[in-house]
């Protein structure tokens, strides 16, 4: 089993940036790959990142590409995303996930959820 916790959330200005952080415990860390998710009021869960198990593969959705960046540091068991140039349309809970099977943009291809960190972006 894996257990994730995102931090690193908060209330920041249009153009600005947060870096989020999710912290794993489990001893498959390292050879799991991991994504980052999120949900916005009203709306569904939708992909946002992903990185392979050593961080040489990363994926962005289109919306979001350019702007954020995944990485990961498997001796701290930790991935992080930073973001920058944040927009009002970015506001939502974000979510890591550990990645089972199936294709990297699809939430249920991932086996494990983290609780969720609240990120606000104001214009």
């Known amino acids: 089993q894996v257990q994730l916790v995102e931090s690193g959330g908060g209330l920041v200005q249009a153009g600005g940036s947060l870096r989020l952080s999710c912290l794993a415990s489990?001893?498959?860390?390292?050879?799991?790959?991991m994504g980052w998710f999120r949900q916005a009021p009203g709306k569904e869960r939708e992909f946002v990142a992903y990185?392979?198990?050593?961080?040489?593969?990363?994926y962005y959705a289109d919306s979001v590409r350019g702007r954020f960046t995944i990485s990961r540091d498997n001796a701290k068991n930790m991935v992080n995303l930073q973001m920058n140039s944040l927009k009002a349309e970015d506001t939502a809970v974000y979510y890591c996930?550990?990645?089972?099977?199936?294709?990297?943009?699809?939430?249920?291809?991932?086996?494990?959820w983290g609780q969720g960190t609240q990120v606000t972006v104001s214009s």
């Open positions: 996930a550990s990645h089972n099977s199936g294709v990297y943009y699809r939430g249920s291809s991932y086996a494990y």
């Open positions: 489990g001893r498959t860390f390292s050879s799991r790959a």
């Open positions: 990185i392979d198990w050593n961080g040489r593969i990363t």
